[in-house]
């Protein structure tokens, strides 16, 4: 199985490199896991100075892996903890010491969409397309 996010660096740039083009790069708990470890990482490594995220494929990131949120949903603890811990890892990315710039491409959706705002510099392609969707809760 290949990883799912790509973790290096170049100089002072840490970058973490979204790594599932044929789920559109969609957002795992793992994926999760992985950008927060690198996230830690750059923090605590000197060299770095900034973090860049961007993602291979044609779009940048369609949200969360509803194929892996299917398997959750029967259990509300499972999925609370999926969506917990996805929020905490953005809520960090927006308050790193690191300025964190993102590039995105494509189809950025959802959950996508909140990992490019979680960032403090955005440089989006021409052809991007950005939406979300909010549901009625109460």
Known sequence: MSVPVNVSAEGSVGIIELARPDKFNCLSLEVHECISRARESFEADRDIRSILICAQGKHFCT?????????KIMDSQTLDHFIAFGMEGLRRLEQSRLPVVVAVQGLCLAGGLELMLSCDVCFAAKALSSATSMRSSG
Request: aromatic share 0%.
């Open 63 to 71: 949200g969360a892996d509803l194929t892996e949120v299917k398997t």
